[in-house]
């Protein structure tokens, strides 16, 4: 299993994986199915650390984890 840092920040992929980069998913779900659960608060808000970046706090998806 991935290894989530202890602070900062994760990308999409760094989530919900990529098989193609070889990476696990920490949560797997598809795209589709995580931006669905972001829009209805059953997954955390992202943070925009630019005009092409999205995000979310390593707390954030420890705490979904935990919750699950």
């Known amino acids: 299993m991935?290894?989530?840092p202890?602070?900062?920040f994760l990308?999409?992929?760094?989530?919900?994986?990529?098989q193609k980069r070889g990476i696990p998913a920490v949560i797997p779900?598809?795209?589709s199915t995580?931006?669905?659960?972001?829009?209805q608060g059953r997954f955390p808000k992202p943070i925009k650390?630019?005009?092409r970046t999205t995000a979310w706090n390593v707390a954030d998806i420890?705490?979904?984890i935990a919750s699950a």
């Open 11 to 18: 990308r999409l992929p760094q989530i919900i994986g990529d």
């Open 49 to 51: 650390l630019g005009p």
């Open 34 to 39: 995580w931006w669905e659960g972001v829009k």
């Open 62 to 64: 420890r705490a979904l």
């Open 6 to 8: 202890e602070s900062g």
């Open 2 to 4: 991935y290894q989530l």
């Open 29 to 31: 779900v598809s795209k």
